[in-house]
């Protein structure tokens, strides 16, 4: 990533380095001239333009550099929110599952702040590094055996700087582990908001041992580095003092120095007393920086790794949807409060095109499990799936998934169409935006709809619109209809899924809406993961398992 953000701006970044180091160091000649000039030691009448040469070279090279990096540190945090993005969205779905939402958002947010401040702060650094060093050559110029004395505190302040810094990095690093679990309570708060509100007791308890706790800790970590650095500072202070000390009053006693250069070499250290407090004030914001950057790198080879299959793939399966098999599918989630697995399958299906097929079974029999094995979002841990014949693995996964349409039982609705083209569907969305009787509570404007705040019920309406207009060979509905009024029920099973039907789509809807099971070509009946019946009303016959080859072992057909 760090090579992502070189490639991308590698010329502004040799800018900034170029132009700080200008500045500090036309910085640092400056304060030399004027000693020098202060010692009477120069030409009075060149003097004046040599110094408004200096102050004009050291005010435009701060200026570029500041342009230049902030320039940089806005296409930075542009960038790395972009990359951040698309590795989420290129990620499989269970590891995003895993990590979670809370802790993918403080990925966007807190990582790539704390990165784009410290970026803030590059230009100052690069500056007043190069004011630093500058000064010290001019220093060693004028005496090196001050040099000396000098370089020998410097390497003791490193030394010791080297040897506590990990001190404070740990607190850092603590603090921003303790920022996940905030941003969890944050979540839980937001979503969790109308519950919290209609008990006081839950509410008080929620705030006082879960987010107050957080909140302290992250509280607690938080202060402890910034003492830590506080420290820091005052070490490097306390040498500062050490070393004009030592200046002053001790090495006069070992050596006799000339008076103009001991106080040629206090005016310039004090003047570097500024970039030195810049440069030590600055290290909090980097080591957040150092940390959060460490954050999203390990992010990016946990996602990376688990997706490298899947950006090879080719984008569109352009053949002609025949058939989709699934073929002994299984998988098993970890039932934590039973303390036993939960596992789905073996499942044995086929689907053709212009099936119009109900997924039913009581609660938690795996039915959105096995649509989101279906889907391609869940990933079997046995068994395949084939499109048209293929096998789908990571190779072909994300073309797979380009086949379907799905509203989930949680859906999200975009404010906005993304990849509909508006114009040639204008009369399509009209019509479907009628039939689904949004026509007066919604209109479609700049790609856009022009209100959200609707129902549960007419926001799954338009749901399904978006849905129409991707026009996908198969279509995948948990429970659509668990929100709409009894009228809208029956326009979706006799009128919205016939239609679909007859346009040559497949249709997997998950139901418990048992008036209109006998409008399924066929219905699977789901028990505790496993097919216990498959039930064809349209046909009005009954297969056995063993006639249809598909079903598992145990399935029997029943009536339901
Ligand atoms: N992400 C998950 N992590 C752990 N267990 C899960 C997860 N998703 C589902 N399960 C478990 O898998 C089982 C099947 O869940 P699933 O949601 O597939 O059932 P369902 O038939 O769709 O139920 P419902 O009709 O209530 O939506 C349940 O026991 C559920 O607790």
Same mark, same amino acid.
């Given at each position: 990533?760090?090579?992502?953000?070189?490639?991308?701006?590698?010329? #502004?970044?040799?800018?900034?380095?170029?132009?700080?180091?200008?500045?500090?160091?036309?910085?640092?000649?400056?304060?030399?001239?004027?000693? %020098?000039?202060?010692?009477?030691?120069?030409?009075?009448?060149?003097?004046?333009?040599?110094?408004?040469?200096?102050?004009?070279?050291?005010?435009?090279?701060?200026? *570029?550099?500041?342009?230049?990096?902030?320039?940089?540190?806005?296409?930075?945090?542009?960038?790395?929110?972009?990359?951040?993005?698309?590795?989420?969205?290129?990620?499989?779905?269970?590891?995003?599952?895993?990590?979670?939402?809370?802790?993918? =958002?403080?990925?966007?947010?807190?990582?790539?702040?704390?990165?784009?401040?410290?970026?803030?702060?590059?230009?100052?650094?690069?500056?007043?590094?190069?004011?630093?060093?500058?000064?010290? %050559?001019?220093?060693?110029?004028?005496? !090196?055996?001050?040099?000396?004395?000098?370089?020998?505190? *410097?390497?003791?302040?490193?030394?010791?700087?080297? &040897?506590?810094?990990?001190?404070?990095?740990?607190?850092?690093?603590?603090?921003?582990?303790?920022?996940?679990?905030?941003?969890?309570?944050?979540?839980?708060?937001?979503?969790?908001?109308?519950?919290?509100?209609?008990?006081?007791?839950?509410?008080?308890?929620? @705030?006082?041992?879960?987010?107050?706790?957080?909140?302290?800790?992250?509280?607690?970590?938080?202060?402890?580095?910034?003492?830590?650095? &506080?420290?820091?500072?005052?070490? @490097?202070?306390?040498?500062?003092?050490?070393?004009?000390?030592?200046?002053?009053?001790?090495?006069?006693?070992?050596?006799?120095?000339?008076?103009? @250069?001991?106080?040629?070499?206090?005016?310039?250290?004090?003047? +570097? +007393?500024?970039?030195?407090? #810049?440069? %030590?004030?600055?290290?909090?914001?980097?080591?957040?920086?150092?940390?959060?950057?460490?954050?999203?790198?390990?992010?990016?080879?946990?996602?990376?790794?688990?997706?490298?299959?899947?950006?090879?793939?080719?984008?569109?399966?352009?053949?002609?949807?025949?058939?989709?098999?699934?073929?002994?599918?299984?998988?098993?989630?970890?039932?934590?409060?039973?303390?036993?697995?939960?596992?789905?399958?073996?499942?044995?299906?086929?689907?053709?095109?212009?099936? &119009?097929?109900?997924?039913?079974?009581?609660?938690?029999?795996?039915?959105?499990?096995?649509?989101?094995?279906?889907?391609?979002?869940?990933?079997?841990?046995?068994?395949?799936?084939? !499109?048209?014949?293929?096998? *789908?693995?990571?190779?072909?996964?994300?073309?797979?998934?380009?086949?379907?349409?799905?509203?989930?039982?949680?859906?999200?609705?975009?404010?906005? =169409?993304?990849?509909?083209?508006?114009?040639?569907?204008?009369?399509?969305?009209?019509?479907?935006?009628?039939?689904?009787?949004?026509?007066?509570?919604?209109?479609?404007?700049?790609?856009?709809?022009?209100?959200?705040?609707?129902?549960?019920?007419?926001?799954?309406?338009?749901?399904?619109?978006?849905?129409?207009?991707?026009?996908?060979?198969?279509?995948?509905?948990?429970?659509?209809?668990?929100?709409?009024?009894?009228?809208?029920?029956?326009?979706?099973?006799?009128?919205?899924?016939?239609?679909?039907?007859?346009?040559?789509?497949?249709?997997?809807?998950?139901?418990?809406?048992?008036?209109?099971?006998?409008?399924?070509?066929?219905?699977?009946?789901?028990?505790?993961?496993?097919?216990?019946?498959?039930?064809?009303?349209?046909?009005?016959?009954?297969?056995?398992?063993?006639?249809?080859?598909?079903?598992?072992?145990?399935?029997?057909?029943?009536?339901?």
């Amino acid at each position: 990533m760090l090579f992502f953000l070189w490639r991308s701006s590698w010329i #502004i970044i040799t800018g900034v380095f170029l132009s700080g180091a200008v500045s500090g160091l036309s910085n640092a000649a400056l304060i030399a001239y004027i000693n %020098t000039s202060l010692a009477g030691k120069l030409d009075m009448v060149a003097a004046p333009w040599w110094f408004a040469g200096l102050a004009v070279i050291v005010l435009v090279s701060r200026f *570029i550099s500041h342009y230049l990096l902030n320039r940089f540190s806005t296409k930075m945090v542009r960038d790395l929110r972009l990359h951040i993005s698309r590795l989420i969205l290129n990620a499989p779905y269970p590891n995003l599952q895993k990590i979670g939402k809370p802790v993918l =958002l403080s990925h966007l947010t807190e990582d790539v702040a704390a990165i784009a401040n410290a970026s803030e702060l590059f230009p100052l650094l690069c500056i007043n590094f190069a004011i630093v060093i500058g000064c010290m %050559t001019y220093l060693s110029w004028l005496s !090196w055996q001050l040099a000396s004395v000098l370089a020998g505190v *410097i390497l003791f302040g490193i030394t010791t700087f080297n &040897l506590c810094k990990d001190i404070p990095m740990r607190s850092v690093r603590n603090a921003r582990d303790e920022y996940d679990v905030l941003s969890r309570g944050f979540a839980a708060l937001t979503e969790g908001v109308r519950e919290l509100k209609l008990h006081r007791r839950r509410s008080d308890q929620f @705030i006082s041992e879960s987010l107050a706790g957080s909140a302290d800790a992250y509280r607690g970590h938080s202060f402890r580095a910034t003492v830590a650095y &506080l420290w820091v500072n005052q070490w @490097i202070q306390f040498l500062y003092y050490l070393t004009i000390g030592l200046i002053l009053y001790v090495f006069p006693v070992w050596q006799t120095l000339n008076q103009e @250069i001991v106080s040629g070499y206090v005016i310039v250290f004090l003047f +570097m +007393m500024s970039p030195l407090t #810049i440069l %030590t004030n600055s290290l909090p914001a980097f080591s957040k920086a150092k940390v959060s950057l460490n954050r999203i790198l390990q992010l990016d080879d946990r996602l990376a790794e688990c997706h490298s299959a899947d950006r090879l793939a080719e984008l569109t399966m352009p053949e002609k949807f025949n058939a989709l098999t699934l073929s002994g599918l299984t998988h098993n989630f970890h039932r934590e409060k039973e303390n036993r697995n939960f596992i789905l399958g073996p499942i044995d299906l086929e689907f053709r095109p212009g099936e &119009l097929v109900f997924l039913i079974g009581g609660n938690g029999s795996g039915k959105t499990t096995l649509a989101m094995l279906l889907l391609g979002l869940y990933h079997p841990e046995q068994g395949v799936i084939r !499109w048209n014949g293929r096998a *789908i693995e990571a190779g072909n996964r994300d073309a797979y998934m380009q086949n379907f349409s799905a509203i989930f039982s949680d859906f999200y609705l975009f404010d906005q =169409l993304y990849g509909v083209d508006i114009e040639r569907n204008r009369s399509l969305m009209d019509d479907y935006l009628q039939r689904l009787h949004l026509n007066h509570k919604v209109e479609i404007v700049n790609n856009r709809f022009s209100s959200l705040n609707l129902s549960q019920g007419q926001r799954k309406r338009l749901a399904l619109l978006v849905a129409y207009l991707e026009d996908r060979p198969f279509y995948v509905f948990d429970e659509w209809a668990a929100d709409q009024d009894p009228e809208f029920k029956h326009l979706f099973y006799t009128d919205l899924l016939p239609a679909l039907k007859a346009q040559g789509k497949t249709v997997l809807a998950i139901t418990h809406d048992d008036k209109y099971f006998n409008l399924a070509d066929r219905c699977i009946k789901l028990d505790e993961g496993r097919i216990t019946a498959v039930e064809y009303p349209q046909a009005h016959r009954q297969r056995s398992p063993d006639q249809d080859g598909l079903q598992s072992a145990d399935a029997e057909t029943m009536p339901f």
